[in-house]
């Protein structure tokens, strides 16, 4: 099991990226420490099915990756898909991997984020 991953964030794109996972079910918790929390800020799967977190990490010049991507399984995958088209992010669907429906959509530092309906079996 993974327990979380880490995305550099510019300071001043906290608050979107926060928004942003919390259309993906997740919510802000609070870093471990106070040196963590002047560096990073933290959210966690809030769908009470994991405890899977992302830590947004603070940098200066953030590393962007062109095609590394994050796959998140979301059940309610239409109604999050909605969710992320209100909010005004560009979702492009794509053929179905291990029969589940599946999209991509760039957080608002550019990160590229997949979403899938369920996870692969077997």
Avoid: C
Avoid at 61 to 85: F, S
């Amino acid at each position: 099991m993974i327990h979380h991953a880490s995305l550099e964030i510019r300071t001043d794109g906290a608050d979107a990226e926060v928004a942003f996972w919390a259309l993906l079910g997740y919510h802000e918790i609070r870093p471990l420490t106070p040196a963590l929390a002047e560096s990073s800020r933290w959210v966690q799967d809030a769908t009470g099915a994991s405890r899977h977190q992302i830590h947004l990490v603070y940098e200066d010049e953030p590393t962007i990756l062109r095609r590394a991507h994050i796959a998140i399984v979301r059940g309610a995958y239409d109604e999050t898909l909605k969710d992320l088209r209100g909010g005004g992010f560009d979702v492009l669907e794509r053929e179905p991997y291990w029969n589940s429906p599946r999209a991509f959509v760039h957080t608002p530092a550019g990160h590229r984020i997949e979403v899938m309906q369920f996870a692969p079996r077997g």
